[in-house]
């Protein structure tokens, strides 16, 4: 990647979020960048727009000639690919220099200043809010994110800054190839036992992360967490949390849809802080964001000015109606703890109005091992609806289904099993007061036509 001969990037795996902006990377750099994707999206539509060569069937006559030469071509694949993929075999047959995309970020964390943000969630929340900060203050910085910033339409950002801002992704233990500056860790709740197989060594690959710290860097953890730190000399250690640790926020006022706070930190405290994104989880993502981009050298009016003018994440507590007679929002947890974040969130928000989920779970994995985690966060909730299961890269388990949730949820609950196909008609033929869509999955791709219905159905 460092090579001076490189003239062409070919990306096996395209379409995805994180794929994505490290593909406009070299596209702002002036390189043939070309790749494969499964299925045509409106990001990878987008890509071809911007430049990207790209085609979906798996056929090696399909790579570009400038994507050919092993002397001047990176390939960078993603984990779900699988190993016998034709264009992948080419690739590694005839000698070239392939990557997973963490191992480029990895790269960048060497040639810039890294301020990465790990953890089981949080993590796309508090990364883009942390770049939102750095980019307009005097600072600037490029940035690889997990998510749609809204303030920005992308998912990265590119500029001369000494700074980039990345989500340090812990699935298949991919922040291994990092060499963070800083990094903030908020949370490490087990996920991904799948890769992992137990609890202790999902823990011991978040201890071995702080080990790949940067001399005269910074660890911002948040407090209370399981795991062990192993920090390199020369790496100082901050702590924080919603009311405590070295981070922490005071004189929090929740009003009207609107929250303020006193962002309280050992170097300069900052006073009425106002979210942008007005959600009760946002206070503890907006510290641990604060606190980096402060160590990095941001003003306290700089942190002010970003953390009002946030915009958030699509798909992060992303609200589509927000009018008096109805709230209706789509959010992406997918882990218990997540879950129970934003059902707590919306509650907190919306204290006397019926709440609605419709919640499609994420893995046959996940949902083994977390279901009776799912049943009681889902719990804080009025009614509960949940489709099948989305498989993603898994095949069927037996004996696991969305009815393993179902069983489990409070008593009393209002709640229903559907097929995703019978969710529109779901949303036709039902009223609401709150409505929320959960879940990584593919449900999300309705939500345009849900928020459709129900203008319609509500009109202003």
């Not at 999206?41 to 092993?70: F, W």
């Not at 191992?103 to 890294?114: E, M």
């Not at 700089?302 to 927000?322: A, C, H, P, Q, S």
């Not at 419709?358 to 949902?367: A, D, E």
Request: glycine content about 6%; hydrophobic content about 35%; aromatic content about 10%.
């Amino acid at each position: 990647m460092e090579s001076k001969d490189l003239k062409a990037i070919y990306f096996v795996g395209a379409g995805g979020i994180g794929m994505s902006a490290i593909a406009r990377y070299f596209l702002k750099k002036g390189l043939v960048v070309a790749g494969y994707d499964k299925t045509p999206s409106a990001l990878t539509r987008q890509l071809e727009k911007e430049g990207m060569l790209i085609h979906y069937e798996e056929n090696v006559d399909a790579i570009p000639a400038a994507c050919r030469q092993p002397e001047s071509c990176l390939v960078i694949y993603t984990p779900a690919i699988p190993a016998e993929h034709q264009e992948l075999q080419y690739f590694r047959q005839h000698g070239f220099d392939i990557q997973k995309r963490a191992q480029v970020l990895g790269t960048l964390t060497r040639q810039h200043k890294g301020l990465c943000v790990a953890g089981t969630h949080g993590k796309t929340t508090t990364s883009t809010m942390c770049a939102h900060i750095m980019h307009q203050s005097h600072l600037d910085c490029n940035a690889f994110l997990g998510g749609i910033s809204k303030n920005y339409g992308t998912n990265y950002i590119l500029s001369d800054s000494d700074y980039v801002v990345i989500e340090a992704d812990e699935f298949d233990r991919s922040f291994h190839w990092l060499s963070p500056y800083m990094t903030v860790i908020t949370s490490t709740d087990p996920d991904h036992l799948d890769i992992y197989g137990t609890k202790e060594a999902y823990l011991e690959s978040f201890r071995h992360y702080t080990e790949l710290l940067q001399p005269g860097g910074a660890l911002i953890i948040h407090r209370g967490l399981e795991m062990q730190e192993s920090l390199p000399a020369g790496v100082r250690r901050y702590d924080y949390a919603l009311t405590e640790g070295d981070f922490h926020a005071e004189n929090i006022r929740i009003d009207n849809g609107e929250i303020t706070f006193d962002f309280i930190s050992p170097f300069e405290s900052v006073r009425n802080v106002e979210l942008g994104q007005p959600v009760p989880i946002n206070i503890e993502n907006g510290i641990a964001a604060m606190a980096m981009a402060q160590l990095a050298g941001c003003t306290a009016e700089e942190l002010r000015n970003g953390m009002k003018t946030y915009g958030g994440v699509e798909r992060r507590f992303d609200f589509k109606i927000k009018t008096d007679r109805l709230v209706f929002l789509s959010d992406y947890a997918h882990h218990p703890k997540e879950i129970y974040q934003s059902a707590r969130s919306i509650r907190e928000l919306y204290r006397n109005r019926k709440i609605t989920a419709i919640f499609q779970p994420h893995l046959y994995t996940r949902t083994r091992d977390f279901y009776k985690d799912f049943a009681d966060a889902l719990s804080l909730l009025d009614e509960v609806v949940l489709t099948e299961i989305y498989p993603a890269r898994e095949l069927p388990i037996d004996g696991v289904t969305s009815q393993l949730i179902y069983d489990h949820l409070r008593p009393g609950i209002e709640k229903k099993l559907i097929q995703k196909a019978d969710v529109l008609d779901f949303v036709r033929t039902h009223d609401f007061d709150v409505l929320i869509v959960l879940g990584a999955g593919d449900l999300d791709n309705q939500v345009p036509q849900m928020a459709e219905i129900l203008m319609t159905k509500n009109p202003q």
